[in-house]
């Protein structure tokens, strides 16, 4: 499975970025969005179920943040608003072939990563 994630850059506090990732392959996964800044852990930002019903969010992005998913195309989206200089990290999607109804926030539990894109935002 490979996982392909696009859309980072460089924007301005308080700007916008619309982050996207494609898994190939015609299997049911869960997906999460992580990110890791320099000399920091990866972090979970965003996770949500296959079945789109189950969603979480990281207290520091929720209210700005939002995650979505086209199923048909295997794709999830991560909706980035209000940016701030702190969310400046390289983010990750990632999968776990899991079609149930749950979410998974521990990098552990997810078996497919995608390549990173770096994230910006400047003050």
């Known amino acids: 499975v490979q996982l392909q994630a696009s859309g980072g850059g460089l924007v301005q506090a308080g700007g916008s970025l619309r982050l996207s990732c494609a898994a190939s392959?015609?299997?049911?996964?869960?997906m999460g969005w992580f990110r890791q800044a320099p000399g920091k852990e990866r972090d979970i930002v965003a996770a949500?179920?296959?079945?789109?019903?189950?969603?979480y969010y990281a207290n520091s992005v929720k209210g700005r943040f939002t995650i979505s998913r086209d199923n048909a195309k295997n794709a999830v989206y991560l909706q980035m608003n209000s940016l701030k200089p702190e969310d400046t990290a390289v983010y990750y999607c990632a999968a776990v072939d899991r079609s149930g109804g749950y979410y998974y926030t521990l990098p552990s539990a997810y078996d497919y990563w995608g390549r990173g894109t770096q994230v910006t935002v400047s003050s």
């Open positions: 949500m179920s296959w079945s789109g019903g189950m969603l």
């Open positions: 392959g015609s299997r049911k996964y869960a």
